[in-house]
């Protein structure tokens, strides 16, 4: 069993900055890969950025590039998210989710991810 907590979130005015944090406890060796989803009222989850533990190479939906940086810490088992330029369109729950599997399609999908966690709110409105 892998338990992801995420904090870090918050209400920021258009423009602005929030660092988003994933802590992982349990089974964590044999996790692959790590990634950030977001999902707003009426729409569906969608995969924001993807981080390989063993690596650290990222991948982010095209909608994120140049504003989100996503990083790790594999000693403390830590995922991060740092979210600049954030838009009112970035309001969102924001779960950290992880797995040790080989993905079967898209990185992005949040049906190659087993584990995740509670959500943290992030709202950008002025």
């Known amino acids: 069993q892998v338990q992801l907590v995420e904090s870090g979130g918050g209400s920021v005015q258009p423009g602005g900055s929030l660092r988003l944090s994933c802590a992982a406890s349990g089974y964590t060796y044999n996790i692959r890969r790590m990634g950030w989803f977001r999902q707003a009222p009426g729409k569906e989850r969608e995969g924001v950025a993807i981080?390989?533990?063993?690596?650290?190479?990222?991948y982010y939906r095209d909608s994120v590039k140049g504003r989100f940086t996503s990083s790790r810490d594999n000693a403390k088992n830590a995922m991060y998210l740092q979210m600049n330029g954030l838009k009112p369109e970035d309001t969102a729950m924001y779960y950290c989710?992880?797995?040790?599997?080989?993905?079967?399609?898209?990185?992005?999908?949040?049906?190659?991810?087993?584990?995740w966690g509670q959500g943290t709110q992030v709202t950008v409105s002025s």
């Open positions: 989710a992880a797995d040790p599997r080989l993905p079967r399609g898209s990185m992005l999908d949040p049906n190659e991810y087993n584990y």
């Open positions: 981080i390989y533990t063993s690596t650290g190479g990222t």
